[in-house]
């Protein structure tokens, strides 16, 4: 039974790391005494020692050891044993990347479908998708493919904003971006706004937080679902 939480962002502004998620984080790590830290998206480049210490010093309070899978002489050995799994934000091309070249894509998504805790933020969120073609991020380096965890039947564009009527800039907005995903593709995009998260239990697959998430469909206009939605958008029409 899975028992997932993808979240937008692992911080919102003006808080501290993982603040606005301690509560749901305590109720899926619940009896847990340690968990494995996947460190490979590491954002802003810090080093993989650097970003697993400052998931501990979150974690430490509310008695769970971080260990980060980068220090694992077998990684794939550990991931099978872990009580349950976090995987940070970052950049998504370097953390697929990561996993795929050491053979840990498959690996993570079995031990996650079994029923290890996952939680994932932003990068981390965004592998829990059919793949990765809806980061926001730079092509860093060139991860062999694009396939990711699978663990919901669509595709997350954490961070999603809104266009800004005010503002100046031409370029593409969020919305055009998905646009031109699908003009090559069918898959559903979820745009997931800050302070916002899905939760997976089972097969269920619901909205969390606190705005609504922003529905994107294969030829049809997108349209809003407000937090606590049960995710069946994939099997349905648009009701606009």
């Given at each position: 039974?899975?028992?997932?939480?993808?979240?937008?962002?692992?911080?919102?502004?003006?808080?501290?790391?993982?603040?606005?998620?301690?509560?749901?984080?305590?109720?899926?790590?619940?009896?847990?005494?340690?968990?494995?830290?996947?460190?490979?998206?590491?954002?802003?480049?810090?080093?993989?020692?650097?970003?697993?210490?400052?998931?501990?010093?979150?974690?430490?309070?509310?008695?769970?050891?971080?260990?980060?899978?980068?220090?694992?002489?077998?990684?794939?050995?550990?991931?099978?044993?872990?009580?349950?799994?976090?995987?940070?934000?970052?950049?998504?091309?370097?953390?697929?990347?990561?996993?795929?070249?050491?053979?840990?894509?498959?690996?993570?998504?079995?031990?996650?479908?079994?029923?290890?805790?996952?939680?994932?933020?932003?990068?981390?969120?965004?592998?829990?998708?059919?793949?990765?073609?809806?980061?926001?991020?730079?092509?860093?380096?060139?991860?062999?493919?694009?396939?990711?965890l699978g663990l919901i039947p669509f595709n997350l564009n954490a961070h999603?904003?809104?266009?800004?009527?005010?503002?100046?800039?031409?370029?593409?907005?969020?919305?055009?971006?998905?646009?031109?995903?699908?003009?090559?593709?069918?898959?559903?995009?979820?745009?997931?706004?800050?302070?916002?998260?899905?939760?997976?239990?089972?097969?269920?697959?619901?909205?969390?937080?606190?705005?609504?998430?922003?529905?994107?469909?294969?030829?049809?206009p997108p349209y809003e679902i407000q937090p606590r939605t049960v995710c069946?958008?994939?099997?349905?029409?648009?009701?606009?």
């Amino acid at each position: 039974m899975k028992n997932v939480i993808l979240a937008s962002t692992s911080s919102l502004f003006g808080e501290a790391y993982l603040e606005y998620l301690k509560s749901e984080v305590e109720i899926l790590f619940q009896g847990i005494s340690e968990l494995i830290f996947v460190p490979y998206a590491r954002p802003g480049g810090i080093s993989h020692d650097e970003y697993t210490h400052k998931v501990a010093v979150f974690f430490e309070p509310i008695g769970i050891k971080v260990k980060g899978l980068h220090r694992f002489e077998d990684p794939a050995h550990a991931l099978k044993n872990a009580e349950a799994i976090f995987t940070g934000g970052g950049n998504t091309f370097l953390l697929v990347k990561q996993l795929h070249e050491q053979r840990l894509m498959n690996v993570l998504k079995e031990v996650v479908e079994n029923g290890v805790p996952y939680l994932g933020t932003s990068a981390g969120s965004n592998i829990g998708g059919l793949n990765m073609q809806n980061t926001n991020d730079m092509p860093i380096v060139y991860p062999p493919t694009f396939n990711t965890l699978g663990l919901i039947p669509f595709n997350l564009n954490a961070h999603y904003l809104d266009p800004d009527p005010n503002s100046k800039h031409n370029g593409e907005t969020r919305e055009t971006r998905i646009k031109e995903f699908h003009v090559f593709n069918k898959v559903p995009v979820l745009g997931l706004r800050e302070g916002s998260w899905i939760r997976v239990k089972g097969d269920k697959i619901t909205t969390e937080g606190m705005l609504p998430s922003r529905i994107f469909l294969p030829e049809l206009p997108p349209y809003e679902i407000q937090p606590r939605t049960v995710c069946a958008f994939e099997t349905r029409q648009n009701p606009l």
